[in-house]
């Protein structure tokens, strides 16, 4: 099982909402990829691919492998020769996609095309940012999110939760897709998950901005900074907690906040911390 699975990264990547899939005519053509659960193609990136790339590629394959019990090669462009009889999912942005007329450039960062043409499938995206998928921060896997579109929305995988017994698969021994031609992307720019900011600005580091950072320069600005404001839908006549825990894989929810009650249709409360704290969530008594 692939490190990813067990982050909460793929959560966010794959419950984001997505925008409207802008679909070509499609005929009538079928390519396998699979043959009662024998691999009929392979998975090619191009030489010294972005991290978040060559974890779309895994991903592909571990995912195939779930539903078909065949297992593709992963490869690169150029060794199509080696490979007689198959078929190719190009992953990423390559010489390959250009050739086929798969391009990125009027694309939105992490938008993704992804497409048959010929014998082949293509999953290209705009990739941006810093190369470290696992972080978010500063990273645009646009390859990575069409991955998991088509693992999702084409296939029928699911990540109804993190780690493994969140994961269904449906069994397909033999994979035949009829012609695609898909081109979307995020719909909401922002989607991570928002942590409390005390252990950054009370450990001495800087406030969240563009540009160079500034670091507080008094105790009571840095104070100031670690509130956190808290929004959501209310119900009237309801009274709320607020919850934290350090980690979501840990479950071990502690009350910070009790007996709030509801502001309709909008609550709102600040919270403030004296130690660095994970995540929150609020919960209707």
Not at 35 to 61: R, Y
Not at 210 to 215: A, T
Not at 265 to 284: C, D, E, M, N, W
Request: glycine share 10%.
């Amino acid at each position: 099982m692939s490190s990813a699975l067990q982050t909460p990264g793929r959560l966010v990547l794959y419950f984001s909402a997505f925008a409207i899939s802008l679909l070509n005519a499609r005929s009538d053509a079928q390519v396998t990829f699979t043959s009662n659960g024998q691999p009929q193609s392979v998975i090619l990136t191009k030489i010294g691919p972005l991290g978040s790339v060559t974890l779309a590629a895994q991903e592909l394959q571990e995912h195939i492998q779930q539903i078909s019990r065949a297992t593709l090669p992963i490869d690169v462009v150029g060794t199509e020769a080696n490979y007689p009889g198959k078929k190719f999912i190009y992953v990423g942005p390559s010489s390959a996609a250009t050739a086929a007329g798969i391009s990125t450039a009027g694309l939105d960062l992490e938008f993704y095309v992804i497409r048959t043409a010929g014998s082949n499938l293509y999953i290209v995206g705009r990739d941006g940012g810093q190369d470290d998928w696992s972080n978010l921060t500063d990273c645009q896997p646009g390859t990575l999110l069409g991955t998991y579109h088509f693992l999702g929305e084409i296939m029928g995988v699911r990540w109804l939760w993190p780690w493994e017994s969140g994961r269904f698969v449906p069994a397909n021994p033999s994979i035949t897709l009829p012609a695609i031609s898909i081109t979307t992307g995020p719909a909401m720019v922002q989607r991570k998950y928002r942590t409390p900011r005390i252990g950054t600005y009370l450990n001495g580091l800087a406030t969240y901005g563009f540009g160079v950072p500034v670091l507080p320069t008094s105790n009571a600005r840095k104070l100031e900074l670690a509130y956190d404001e808290l929004h959501w839908q209310a119900i009237a006549g309801k009274k709320y907690t607020i919850e934290t825990t350090a980690a979501l894989d840990i479950a071990d929810w502690k009350p910070i906040a009790i007996g709030i009650p509801a502001t309709a249709p909008i609550s709102t409360y600040t919270v403030h911390f004296s130690t660095p704290q994970g995540y929150l969530r609020i919960r209707a008594e």
